[in-house]
């Protein structure tokens, strides 16, 4: 009999990764714990949406206004496809990651619907990702559109 495999220790870098990745997935399978365990839970935390001009779109502060904004993702359908991965560690407890991103949302009700009804999103993502309690979370998630289809506010309430 085989022993269950264990994969190995993840390095530092992998790890800062996971957390991108464990966050948007936990959005695009509607998991709310995994999204939660993704972030710092104070008022530390902000969230920055710019348009393709830098102008803010979305500025929100803290856990509270964060999650509360945040849970409409959870009515919705998500896909967010991530590529060109950058990881810089500003010192043993805080990493800088960037990112590109594709997102696709649309309302579970319009999936079919043959008239367009979905927002998609082409941004360059910046993440402050640090530990806390031993664990690595976002601190700050500035979203950066430079391109999209759709009308965002046909699937979110800004």
Wanted: proline content about 4%.
């Amino acid at each position: 009999m085989s022993s269950p495999y264990a994969p190995p220790p993840l390095t530092p870098r992998e790890a800062v990764t996971e957390v991108l990745y464990r966050c948007l997935h936990a959005i695009d399978s509607n998991d709310k714990d995994g999204f939660n365990s993704s972030f710092v839970q104070t008022e530390e935390l902000t969230f920055e949406e710019l348009s393709s001009e830098a102008a803010p779109m979305l500025h929100l502060v803290g856990w509270s206004s964060f999650s509360a904004f945040m849970q409409q993702l959870f009515d919705i359908i998500t896909t967010h496809t991530t590529s060109n991965v950058l990881v810089e560690f500003q010192d043993a407890d805080t990493a800088i990651l960037k990112c590109t991103s594709v997102a696709y949302h649309v309302r579970p009700e319009n999936v079919a619907a043959t008239q367009e009804t979905s927002f998609t999103g082409y941004s360059l993502y910046t993440l402050t990702i640090v530990k806390d309690g031993g664990a690595w979370k976002i601190k700050r998630w500035e979203i950066k559109l430079s391109r999209s289809t759709g009308d965002l506010a046909s699937v979110l309430t800004l």
